[in-house]
């Protein structure tokens, strides 16, 4: 969905870096999140944000941190890769009512070597 | 615990035909339910959702169908075309959970011509 983007799309990195993957909105939701997604598994929580002040742990946080810079701008990072970080990266957004549909981003591919 | 997952991982289907994705959630309190398509290097898209209080919604060449006393979800295709090639899942959401999606670990559905 265009009007989720993800960048970088795709990134290759060394155990140890600090990396950071952004993303961006523009369709006016004010909850965001970021999900990961290993190979034959579904997609699992990271992090998600109901609006700018709003931060919660998923089931995998751990190695992760995230920012909300402002209702359209959601970032992940990941504070000293590791390999067993590599995986496609999805950052998602919906509205605030309980049955809002999460739109996803095109994804990230991160390798940690 | 909760849990949400698929019955098959492949599904092979001849163009044409009706095509038949399985869930099993467990979950009692789960409320929404969402089908995604993710096609290769791309997000998943929005399909069609449907609310507990249904047992049935339809929508262009799809169907959802929802048993809550066997707690079992199923998508419909119909005249399966070979660009609903792609990885089906399914997700569930209950307001216990924050309005958090789970995710099940998807079916990839093959359509040969």
């Known amino acids: 969905d265009a009007d989720v983007t993800q960048t970088p799309r795709n990134r290759i990195t060394k155990t140890g870096k600090r990396i950071m993957l952004e993303c961006s909105q523009t369709k006016g939701h004010d909850r965001m999140y970021w999900y990961r997604q290993d190979p034959g598994l579904g997609l699992r929580l990271i992090y998600y944000?109901?609006?700018?002040?709003?931060?919660n742990k998923g089931e995998i946080s751990d190695g992760y941190s995230v920012s909300r810079q402002a209702q359209a701008k959601f970032s992940l990072s990941l504070e000293s890769a590791i390999p067993n970080q590599t995986a496609l990266y999805f950052c998602?957004?919906?509205?605030?009512?309980?049955?809002?549909?999460?739109?996803f981003g095109p994804g990230t591919r991160l390798t940690v070597l | 615990g909760e849990s949400v997952g698929l019955h098959l991982p492949t599904l092979s289907v001849q163009e044409g035909d009706n095509s038949i994705i399985n869930c099993a959630y467990s979950?009692?309190?789960?409320?929404?339910f969402i089908w995604y398509k993710q096609e290769s290097g791309k997000g998943p898209q929005f399909i069609i959702d449907i609310r507990s209080n249904m047992d049935k919604r339809q929508g262009q060449r799809v169907t959802v169908l929802l048993n809550k006393t066997v707690k079992h979800l199923s998508l419909q295709i119909a005249a399966t075309q070979p660009g609903d090639s792609a990885v089906y899942f399914c997700?569930?959401?209950?307001?216990?959970?924050?309005?958090?999606?789970?995710f099940g670990q998807g079916t990839e559905l093959s359509v040969k011509p």
């Open positions: 979950n009692s309190a789960s409320d929404y």
């Open positions: 998602a957004t919906s509205g605030a009512r309980g049955y809002d549909t999460q739109y």
């Open positions: 944000s109901f609006d700018v002040k709003d931060i």
């Open positions: 997700a569930e959401k209950s307001g216990n959970q924050g309005g958090k999606l789970i």
